[in-house]
């Protein structure tokens, strides 16, 4: 059962363009939600993350949107570039726990 | 060096053989996880070290499947007799401590049971 749902599998866009990637969750109980970056044959970054207590946290070209009332959060890369081409996890945690729930995952390529 | 470490890289057995994989967490990191990663997939939960308390199992697949770790080093993953359904990417992460704190990840042992 995977508590936290990630859209699109992929996507391609072009260098300059906006890269946005979609989940969503069931338990409202999360309380916290990262972004990890994944480059072949190298382990997950954590990339940025939020808590549903603000609606937006950007840093530099990342911007995470969370939508509390629709349960469901997203990443924006502004600007994309080509070194951003890898592989995002969302992810969610709850309360007094260490334990991730990591979405399937979307593999972003940039083209040139 | 200053990151998490796994070995091997790459591993490639046959069904039925058991396996052993290793883990160097950062130095200092009391926190130690296992995930697993098939393709195509989100991470799975395996397992969670911290420090000298009874590690949570609950997210092993099997009894084909333990890990020990010594101390606050080391960890290993055993995985005995094996079948094909265990290939997949398997990663670790270490952080200072359990609750919200970054965890570090390795660059994972990808398992190939042929």
């Known amino acids: 059962q995977q508590q936290v749902k990630q859209s699109p599998q992929s996507l391609i866009v072009q260098k300059g363009g906006i890269s946005i990637i979609n989940c969503a969750y069931e338990n409202t109980a999360f309380d916290y939600f990262p972004w990890y970056q994944q480059f072949p044959g190298k382990g997950p970054a954590l990339l940025i993350a939020?808590?549903?207590?603000?609606s937006e946290k950007k840093e530099g070209r990342f911007t995470i949107s969370f939508n509390k009332s629709a349960k469901q959060f997203s990443l924006h890369i502004m600007d994309s570039q080509p070194g951003d081409s890898a592989t995002y996890f969302c992810?969610?945690?709850?309360?007094?726990?260490?334990?991730?729930?990591f979405g399937a995952g979307t593999t972003v390529t940039v083209r040139a | 060096g200053a990151g998490v470490s796994q070995s091997p890289s790459n591993k490639v057995t046959e069904k039925g053989k058991d396996v052993e994989l290793r883990c160097d967490p950062i130095s200092g990191h009391t926190a130690l996880y296992w995930y697993r990663q098939r393709l195509g997939q989100g991470l799975e939960f395996l397992i969670y070290f911290q420090g000298n308390s009874a590690p949570d199992k609950s997210g092993l697949p099997s009894d084909r499947f333990s890990a020990e770790r010594t101390g606050e080093s080391v960890s290993t993953l055993t995985i005995q007799r094996t079948q094909q359904e265990d290939s997949a990417v398997y990663l670790c992460?270490?952080?200072?401590?359990?609750?919200?704190?970054?965890?570090?990840f390795g660059q994972g042992t990808r398992l190939t049971v042929v």
């Open positions: 939020i808590r549903p207590d603000v």
């Open positions: 992460a270490s952080s200072w401590a359990a609750l919200n704190t970054e965890a570090f």
């Open positions: 992810a969610a945690k709850l309360p007094n726990d260490y334990k991730l729930s």
